[in-house]
């Protein structure tokens, strides 16, 4: 229990093994089956909130992230395509949720390759999303095309956010666990706007 702890707990990941630390976060997060549970969002913000306290390098920070995310997106494609439809039959364990793969499917078969660019911002179906478009087959062109655009896009935008509100915010670290309970729900945010606008346009239609 004390090990998952620690593994939920940004600045203590931040401050054990530094750049290394974030990069294996958030390559996990992103393609491996038991990385649904890293906490990727609060990571990049708790690394940007340290590097404007000069902690660490803001650059650096969203380079490796970018990075490894879009690393972590190629290698569950790669996975998904060779392991196939079979993965939907796996049993669940501590190491994986069958239920976070289900709903990523559906919200593959919803919104198509976008999925790859929101998902980045939904906490397990980031996961899983990859995954799934290797089992379906996605044509990997268009697919490192989405993974390329949401990895800069996450990669920047959570540190950066991070990075401003503590030069920006005095003692903002004080703080700290409340703002990443905000950053997991904003996070979230966009998927949802997208799913309440995507259903009022078919209810209109």
């Known amino acids: 229990m004390e090990q998952l702890k620690f593994w939920l707990d940004p600045v203590k990941i931040i401050e054990t093994f530094g750049y290394a ?81 289900l709903k990523a499917e559906k919200f593959y078969e919803k919104h198509g390759a976008k999925t790859i660019i929101l998902a980045r911002f939904m906490p397990f179906i980031r996961t899983f999303a990859p995954i799934v478009a290797g089992v379906g087959r996605m044509n990997y062109s268009v697919f490192f095309t989405y993974n390329i655009i949401g990895g800069f896009v996450w990669s920047l935008g959570v540190p950066f956010l991070g990075f401003f509100l503590g030069k920006s915010i005095p003692n903002i670290d004080r703080y700290l666990l409340p703002i990443i309970g905000l950053i997991v729900v904003l996070s979230v945010a966009p998927g949802i706007v997208h799913l309440l606008r995507e259903r009022l346009l078919t209810l209109k239609s």
């Open 21 to 101: 630390g974030i990069a294996f976060i958030i390559f996990a997060e992103s393609g491996l089956l038991f990385g649904f549970f890293f906490p990727g969002d609060s990571l990049l913000f708790t690394a940007g909130l340290l590097a404007s306290k000069g902690f660490l390098n803001i650059i650096l920070v969203s380079a490796i992230s970018f990075v490894a995310a879009v690393a972590g997106d190629n290698v569950g494609y790669s996975f998904g395509k060779k392991v196939g439809p079979r993965i939907f039959n796996r049993d669940k364990s501590f190491l994986f949720d069958k239920e976070h793969l």
